[in-house]
């Protein structure tokens, strides 16, 4: 069974829940990492949490909610092994998986619907990532750019 690590911040607590019953619907272990109420909370510190578990190999990829999703994002993908992707479609959450490999999941609680959710949510989970013509250009998402455009050294 796959482990999906899930979290949000005071803004995405109701979607969260709905995502949560969705990934267990659907076979998924989930590793709620909260918050789990309205009072206000940092939404860096539910993303961190989540390239934490990914990072000590507890979670195999990750769900993230904020009020517009663009917090958490920004906090996730300052971490070298997250490729955390902001959905607002399945279209977008199936091309974040084929073509960049993407390994965390977000959205804006207040930018998008339940249905919606749910596409981005299926569209992430089913795709695979199509490697080949991708394999470089996601190598070089992990690594800081070299100078010169050069390729990545590390």
Do not use: W
């Amino acid at each position: 069974m796959s482990v999906i690590a899930l979290a949000s911040d005071h803004a995405g607590v109701e979607l969260k829940s709905f995502l949560a019953n969705e990934m267990k619907a659907r076979g998924y272990e989930v590793l709620d990492l909260g918050t789990d109420g309205p009072a206000s909370v940092d939404y860096p510190d539910f993303g961190y949490a989540v390239a934490k578990v990914i990072a000590e190999g507890k979670a195999e990829r990750g769900v993230a909610v904020c009020g517009s999703g663009i917090g958490i994002s920004i906090a996730l993908n300052r971490y070298p092994h997250i490729r955390a992707a902001l959905c607002h479609n399945g279209l977008t959450a199936r091309l974040a998986r084929q073509h960049n490999d993407a390994n965390v999941l977000c959205m804006g609680a207040r930018m998008i619907g339940l249905e919606v959710a749910r596409d981005c949510l299926v569209a992430f989970l089913d795709t695979a990532y199509e490697g080949g013509r991708h394999d470089g250009r996601v190598a070089k998402l992990g690594c800081p750019p070299a100078t010169g455009g050069s390729a990545p050294s590390c």
